[in-house]
């Protein structure tokens, strides 16, 4: 058979050769301590993680950011990073939502009224797909 022997030492070396195997994979090669990363990866992903931490850091650099850069304890570039980012993630989890889609069907209406309809049907056959499946088995 092709894959007989150690597959996983061959698997092993391509994914550190290459970086990436699947289409979501956590890079553990630089990790200090891979199992922990699997751990607590495998409890909170990545995204959630990054979630409570922006939940508990952007307030506190709403209330405190300029007076920690007049104070120079804060580059004013990284604050304003921060900020960035922030609208970013929030615009993007915005766009995700259900009500993001409804938003941009709004928007799509309004910017392309020649292309609504014919959006709006395909949407439509789409969602109906959907309900047939529904509940999921």
């Not at 894959?3 to 050769?17: M, P, R, T, Y």
């Not at 992903?45 to 931490?53: A, D, E, K, T, V």
């Not at 508990?56 to 570039?77: I, S």
């Not at 928007?107 to 292309?115: A, G, N, Y």
């Given at each position: ?26 890079n553990m ?5 891979p ?14 993680q ?9 307030p506190l ?9 007049e104070?120079e ?44 309809q014919?959006?709006?049907d395909?949407?439509?056959e ?12």
């Amino acid at each position: 058979m092709p894959f007989s022997g150690n597959v996983h030492q061959w698997i092993e070396a391509w994914g550190q050769a290459v970086g990436q195997i699947g289409l979501f994979n956590v890079n553990m090669w630089n990790s200090r301590n891979p199992a922990t990363e699997r751990a607590i990866s495998t409890k909170y992903s990545y995204g959630r993680q990054l979630g409570r931490i922006l939940d508990v850091l952007t307030p506190l650099v709403a209330e405190n950011g300029e007076r920690l850069c007049e104070q120079e304890m804060l580059k004013r570039e990284d604050l304003n990073e921060f900020r960035d980012m922030v609208k970013g993630i929030y615009s993007a989890k915005r766009r995700s939502s259900i009500a993001g889609l409804l938003d941009t069907i709004a928007d799509v209406r309004k910017s392309f009224p020649h292309k609504y309809q014919r959006k709006f049907d395909h949407l439509v056959e789409v969602l109906n797909e959907l309900k047939s499946h529904w509940p999921p088995d």
